[in-house]
């Protein structure tokens, strides 16, 4: 597993590349063997979805009856939906590199959108922090999530755009895939894993 200064090293790359700076792929080790690291990424990420399903949790038994259980199976339901959420586009992707003919960018793709999911997890886990906080703050939490979602979507094509070669009609449709998947899938899997309020 990679170390806090490896991971802040290829962050570093992540962020030049998101400045869109040439040199940040330097940074990145898109290497096979960095390929396969880069889904590290998804441990590292692990303590920011703890407070998202911490305060999802909250938020469910609050719409639900009071004798509603939501032990350790609602994380592990919570925990596949993520799992799936982050496989499911580079799954589609992969299947579609051959035919649409963008094989020979899909290592540096994966590899740099690993690594980005890590500050966009923190950067999701802020609203949800604050509901653990403040309750009364869901409101704002609400806006602040669309916010940084939006936020998120922009830098991913920012990302995937460096990562093809600035090529802006492939960036958009990558960028729709790592979006849409596993949000139409997400909540297809909330419904039936039952983590969804009735």
Do not use: H
């Not at 940074?27 to 703890?50: E, I, M, N």
């Not at 995937?160 to 899997?189: D, H, N, R, Y």
């Amino acid at each position: 597993m990679p170390k806090l200064d490896e991971v802040l090293y290829y962050l570093t790359g992540i962020f030049l590349l998101l400045r869109q700076k040439q040199e940040g792929f330097g940074w990145l080790d898109l290497t096979l063997r960095g390929l396969f690291r880069s889904f590290w990424a998804f441990v590292w990420c692990l303590p920011a979805f703890a407070v998202i399903w911490a305060s999802w949790r909250l938020y469910y038994l609050g719409s639900m009856p009071a004798e509603t259980p939501a032990g350790v199976g609602f994380f592990v339901k919570l925990l596949v939906i993520d799992v799936v959420g982050w496989l499911l586009p580079l799954v589609v992707l992969v299947g579609l590199a051959r035919p649409l003919g963008y094989g020979k960018y899909l290592a540096t793709v994966v590899t740099a959108s690993n690594w980005v999911a890590v500050p966009f997890s923190y950067a999701a886990a802020i609203p949800f922090a604050l509901t653990l906080v403040l309750p009364t703050s869901a409101p704002f939490a609400g806006l602040l999530l669309y916010a940084v979602f939006g936020a998120s979507v922009v830098l991913q094509f920012r990302l995937v755009w460096m990562c093809v070669g600035k090529q802006t009609l492939l960036a958009s449709a990558m960028t729709a895939i790592f979006v849409l998947p596993p949000m139409i899938v997400g909540q297809e899997l909330q419904r039936i894993l039952g983590t969804l309020p009735a």
